[in-house]
């Protein structure tokens, strides 16, 4: 079994900062891409950053400059870091990854619990 948890939702005013971290624990051969998702009241869930085993990197064009996916790949954990937040920010963030629980398993994608965050105009 895999475990994906998130944390550092939160409150904060527009402009505001805010870092997001998610941590994978459990029966893990390997971690692949990771990612960053969320979902706004009445809206489809959608991509925000993902970042894949070596670091490369992708974000939404409606995020991009400010906010940051970063990897510890020795922790099984991934961060978002996100600054000048927006009132259009404010979604449940869920995090997922793409693990391996063994050389001859599939990828298998497992998804967190998602954290709220809130932008206040």
């Known amino acids: 079994q895999v475990q994906v948890v998130e944390s550092g939702g939160g409150f904060v005013q527009t402009g505001g900062s805010l870092t997001l971290s998610c941590a994978a624990s459990?029966?893990?051969?390997?971690?692949?891409?990771l990612g960053w998702y969320r979902q706004a009241p009445g809206k489809q869930r959608e991509l925000v950053a993902t970042?894949?085993?070596?670091?490369?990197?992708e974000y939404a064009d409606s995020v991009k400059g400010r906010f940051t996916i970063s990897r510890d790949n020795g922790r099984n954990t991934v961060s978002l870091q996100m600054s000048v937040l927006k009132p259009e920010d404010t979604a449940v963030y869920y995090c997922?990854?793409?693990?391996?629980?063994?050389?001859?398993?599939?990828?298998?994608?497992?998804w967190g619990q998602g954290t709220q965050v809130t932008v206040s105009s």
């Open positions: 997922n990854a793409g693990v391996k629980t063994s050389p001859w398993d599939a990828l298998k994608v497992y």
């Open positions: 459990g029966s893990i051969f390997g971690i692949y891409n």
């Open positions: 970042i894949s085993k070596g670091g490369l990197t």
